[in-house]
């Protein structure tokens, strides 16, 4: 195998960094949301409530007023997406517990029992979903938000063990659809990246600060050599944001407004074709 | 990458039609409007087992192949 700069000590890491980020977001400890005086990551916390467009007048007053009332969660989107657009996908990638622990979870189970949802336009159904979430209230259509959400699912999952009212959440029919949801687009999906990928505002607006990013040279970015690339397509198959595609010419290539820069495809690359820096190739 | 403008359109449109169906299903569940709630979960888990009785089968399948090619002179 060919260097590339990427060792088995950085993908190791990423893990670490994902179960010491699962403890200090989720119960039972709790530690990050408390500052919010939150026991989890809704109400203050929540990073996508005040993402919705309310409907009738004083549009921007009352968005105002959802920000102020989650303070906590628009300033850390409001972070997020500024380190994302000068430094990679910190957030998405390496640090969020909640799409982190399900990925985690899911390579315990077997490939062959996954769902693979690669075949999708994954970009444009998660835009498609956003775009939905965000104005749904606006058009008068109701809004989606807190339901299928996993920032309230995953943080009730790893408290209910502790606490009975999160237990009792579990077993509601939210909760089970929620679970659901989580298996489904988490534990056995193709990556365990399902939600993140389909479903998650936060990654929306997180994958197109990184594509930003890295079309104006802020950040690194995967950088394929394609006159290295041979096509044997391992990358494509080891990518968990099914963010890596064969073109037109049988070379793989990079989808920037999927891709989480896990580096995992970079440490599988038998040609040393995938590297991760600035420029162009 | 993902094919054309025809295909981004179909696939955000599919992303909103999913977000609206998925919120509408768990609203009337929130709401027990329907009551069929063991019909909803027993038609989800047949469908959970069907699609882990097919995985088994592919698997046995293409081990079988794999039996095949590796036995024929």
């Known amino acids: 195998m060919k260097y590339t700069g990427i060792s088995k000590a950085a993908l190791n ?41 309310p409907q009738g007048q004083d549009i921007l007053g009352k968005m105002w007023v ?20 000068f430094f990679g996908r910190l957030w998405c990638g390496h ?18 029992l996954k769902i ?29 938000a807190c339901k299928l959400c996993n920032f309230r699912v ?9 606490e009975g009212a999160y237990a009792a959440y579990i077993g509601s029919s939210m909760g089970i659809a929620g679970l659901l949801t989580v298996l489904l687009t988490g534990v056995f999906a193709k990556g365990g990246r399902a939600y993140c990928n389909l479903l998650c505002p936060v990654g929306a607006l997180d994958g197109m600060s990184n594509y930003l990013g890295t079309k104006f040279g802020f950040s690194k970015k995967l950088i394929t050599d394609k006159t290295m690339c041979n096509g044997c397509g391992s990358c494509v198959s080891e990518c968990i944001m099914w963010a890596r595609k064969m073109d037109d010419h049988g070379k793989a290539e990079t989808n920037r407004l999927s891709c989480l820069t896990c580096l995992r495809c970079a440490k599988v690359c038998s040609e040393g074709a995938i590297r991760y820096e600035r420029g162009n190739v | 990458m993902n094919g054309g403008m025809f295909n981004n359109t179909a696939y955000a449109a599919l992303g909103g039609v999913s977000a609206l169906a998925g919120s509408g299903v ?6 027990r409007s329907c009551n069929s709630c063991f019909a909803c979960i027993g038609a989800i ?26 036995t024929k002179p």
Not at chain 1, 24 to 38: G, R
Not at chain 1, 66 to 85: D, E, H, P, Q, R
Request: some cysteine; charged content about 10%; aromatic content about 14%.
């Open chain 1, 116 to 144: 693979n949802f690669s075949w999708m336009n994954a970009p444009a159904f998660r835009y498609g979903y956003a775009g939905i979430f965000i104005f749904a209230s606006f058009f008068g259509i109701g809004s989606i």
């Open chain 1, 13 to 53: 890491r990423r893990n670490f960094i994902i179960l010491i980020s699962a403890l200090l977001f989720l119960p039972p400890l709790s530690l990050i949301p408390q500052f919010a005086l939150e026991p989890n990551m809704c109400g203050q916390v929540c990073p996508k409530l005040f993402l919705i467009i």
């Open chain 2, 45 to 70: 888990s047949s469908l959970g087992a069907m699609f882990i009785v097919k995985k088994i089968i592919e698997k046995v399948q293409v081990k079988s192949e794999d039996y095949n090619v590796e």
């Open chain 1, 66 to 85: 959802n920000i102020k009332s989650m303070w906590f969660g628009a300033s850390l989107v409001a972070v997020i997406i500024t380190v994302t657009l």
């Open chain 1, 95 to 112: 640090i969020c517990p909640v799409g982190g622990l399900p990925e985690l979870i899911g390579r315990f189970i077997p490939e062959a």
């Open chain 2, 26 to 31: 768990i609203s009337l569940c929130s709401q």
């Open chain 1, 154 to 162: 995953i943080p009730f999952l790893t408290g209910a063990p502790f």
